[in-house]
Structure formats: C-alpha cells, structure tokens
T-cell receptor, first 109, second 112 residues
C-alpha cells in the first residue's frame, strides 16, 4: 500500500533554532515528492517539488532534500511566522497525491 | 492566492440534506482533484477529473458524486449528509504534464 509517514507529529522550536522535518514513504516508482505548508483552516500552499535523489530546493528559510527513501525539510533560523503544519505528499503514479499527516511546527518568540 | 476558487467558504446544514460545493480551477489547468480533511484524519483523496472525464476515485462514498463541466469548473455533490461528513473539502488543480496540485481555500462543511 502506498504510504507517506511524517515525523515528528509536532515540533516546538525557539525562534532561531534550526531543525529538520522528515518524510518517508514506501518505495515505488518516483513520480514526485511534494512539500506543502498549511495554516489552520486554510488550503495547503505549495512549496516544493522534488523528483530525483540528491535534488535540493530552497525558499527563504526552507530547504527540501530528497534521497531514495525519504525527504527532509530543513528550517534554518525560523521565525514565528513559519509556524504552520508542513505536509509531505508523494505521487505514486496513480493520478493522485498521497499525503502524510503532517508535522505541526510551532516557533516560539 | 493559488488561483483556485471554491464556494461557499462555509456551509452549515442538517443531517439528511444535500449540498453542492463548487470549484473553479486555475486558468489553463485541466485536472481537478477533490480532497476531504477531517480533524482526526489527514487529506483524503476523493476523486480526480481531467478535462471533463473521471480519471481516478479514492475512498469516496456512494452518497458523494462529482462532475467537471465543459468550462472546467467542478462540483462535488454530497447527499444524505451525516454528522461524520463534517470536514473541510478542498479542490485542487494541476497544470498539464505536472503533478503538483494547487489548492483552493476550502469549504468548511458542518452537518448538525
């Protein structure tokens, strides 16, 4: 069964304290790994697409990386406005995105 | 703003009723997806339409149906509503040849 697992479920960091979020998945034909940010009550906001092992993408304080088995979202010197739930999704080649349950990130001023 | 528009933003209805949720995809996107998000579950895929044709179905209940019209907007119809159908319903669209989906702001459905 196609599965996406994210860890940790929740993470509290002090402002400026860097960390990483993990996304792992059942290995199958790689058709894309996606990261989204979701604020409470809002729709997921697209952040990154990664297709190949070794690929990296950056946006402001966020950097996404990809290996054959997992992806990491690195957050460098986060600010309170980075607080959100971060969702990872895979395309397993079946006309849909399969989402993990997310990591709820809280940045404390 | 993702460019995907969903209406209404909020909907409160009674059990047993029927509602219709509407979605306008981003300009030029032919694919439309519907997802359900409940408090105790993540984003659950319901159905995918491409240029008016159904392409994939997820765990969509028989009480739910969808369609995509010639102008590419889509509607999700929910009937015989139950308390457990209360959730956020999201529509997303994808550009041609790409897998990333761009989400609307959702419709919050409350069944009382």
């Amino acid at each position: 069964e196609d599965q996406v697992t994210q860890s940790p479920e929740a993470l509290r960091l002090q402002e400026g304290e860097s960390s990483s979020l993990n996304c792992s998945y059942t290995v199958s034909g790689l058709r894309g790994l996606f990261w989204y940010r979701q604020d409470p009550g809002k729709g997921p906001e697209f952040l990154f697409t990664l297709y190949s092992a070794g690929e990296e993408k950056e946006k402001e304080r966020l950097k996404a990386t990809l290996t054959k088995k997992e992806s990491f979202l690195h957050i460098t010197a986060p600010k309170p406005e980075d607080s959100a739930t971060y969702l990872c999704a895979r395309n397993f080649g079946n006309e849909k995105l399969t989402f993990g349950t997310g990591t709820r990130l809280t940045i404390i001023p | 703003d993702s460019g995907v528009t969903q209406t209404p933003k909020h909907l409160i209805t009674a059990t047993g009723q029927r509602v219709t949720l509407r979605c306008s995809p981003r300009s030029g996107d032919l694919s439309v997806y519907w997802y359900q998000q409940s408090l105790d579950q993540g984003l659950q895929f319901l159905i995918h339409y491409y240029n008016g044709e159904e392409r994939a179905k997820g765990n969509i209940l028989e009480r739910f149906s969808a369609q995509q019209f010639p102008d590419l907007h889509s509607e999700l119809n929910l009937s015989s509503l139950e308390l457990g159908d209360s959730a956020l319903y999201f529509c997303a669209s994808s550009p041609e040849g790409r897998s990333e989906a761009f989400f609307g702001q959702g419709t919050r459905l409350t069944v009382v």
